[in-house]
């Protein structure tokens, strides 16, 4: 059990560029889930897996975010045409088929 | 809607001292309670949670919360800080049929030599 792992841990981006970053989780993990926490609060939830399928997005998802986990294995979450407020760090998250979630290192992100 | 609320920010305690953190919630039945600690950079670490049963729940690193239905809260408490312990704790709901969690903002705790 190696952990869920994130990738990269920090990205730099200018305002307008596309990024995309990536989880992997436990293996045999069927639950995925992506937040985000910027500074001073707690993370927010923004989507979750199981296996393969997208079932909940948060209103915080907005048009230019999109996640994907094919195969159900690792997932990707893009953020398109990044702008300022998107500065945050991306947590990922997996779980069985349980309430109990562990958590990856986290990807920070800062758009300049 | 559900909510967890931590009415500290920030807590200083003396290394050696004890330690409760608040964390209150509002839900219509019970939820399903966690407390994980977070280290500068790092991602988050489960502390332990609380489902159904024995209302005090053993954690890791000594810690341990109650779950009290009549104050909607979920204290976590350790009786002896270690000055590894410094760090920002978060206190997370989520319910029966839903997998998302709701966070409180935290409290950062600092702990004194």
């Known amino acids: 059990d190696t952990g869920v792992s994130q990738d990269p841990r920090h990205k730099i981006t200018k305002r307008g560029q596309n990024v995309t970053f990536r989880c992997d989780p436990i293996?045999?993990?069927?639950?995925l889930y992506w937040y985000r926490q910027t500074l001073g609060q707690g993370p927010e939830f923004l989507t979750y897996?199981?296996?393969?399928?997208?079932?909940?997005k948060s209103r915080l998802l907005s048009d230019r975010f999109s996640a994907e986990r094919p195969k159900g294995s690792f997932s990707t979450l893009e953020i398109q045409r990044t702008e300022q407020g998107d500065s945050a760090m991306y947590l990922c998250?997996?779980?069985?088929?349980?309430?109990?979630?562990?958590f990856g290192p986290g990807t920070r992100l800062t758009v300049t | 809607a559900q909510s967890v609320t931590q009415p500290d920010i920030h807590i200083t305690v003396s290394e050696g001292a004890s330690l409760e953190l608040r964390c209150n919630y509002s839900?219509?039945?019970?939820?399903?309670l966690f407390w994980y600690v977070q280290s500068p950079g790092q991602g988050l670490q489960l502390l332990l949670k609380?489902?159904?049963?024995?209302?005090l729940v053993q954690g890791i690193k000594g810690f341990e919360a109650e779950f009290k239905r009549s104050q909607s809260s979920f204290n976590l408490r350790k009786p002896s800080v270690h000055w590894s312990d410094a760090a920002e704790y978060f206190c997370?709901?989520?319910?029966?049929?839903?997998?998302?969690?709701?966070f409180g903002t935290g409290t950062r705790l600092k702990v004194l030599a």
């Open positions: 998250a997996s779980s069985l088929e349980t309430y109990e979630q562990y």
């Open positions: 293996s045999e993990h069927n639950r």
């Open positions: 897996f199981q296996n393969e399928a997208q079932l909940e």
């Open positions: 839900y219509g039945a019970t939820p399903y």
């Open positions: 609380y489902f159904s049963g024995d209302t």
């Open positions: 997370a709901l989520t319910t029966s049929g839903t997998y998302k969690y709701i």
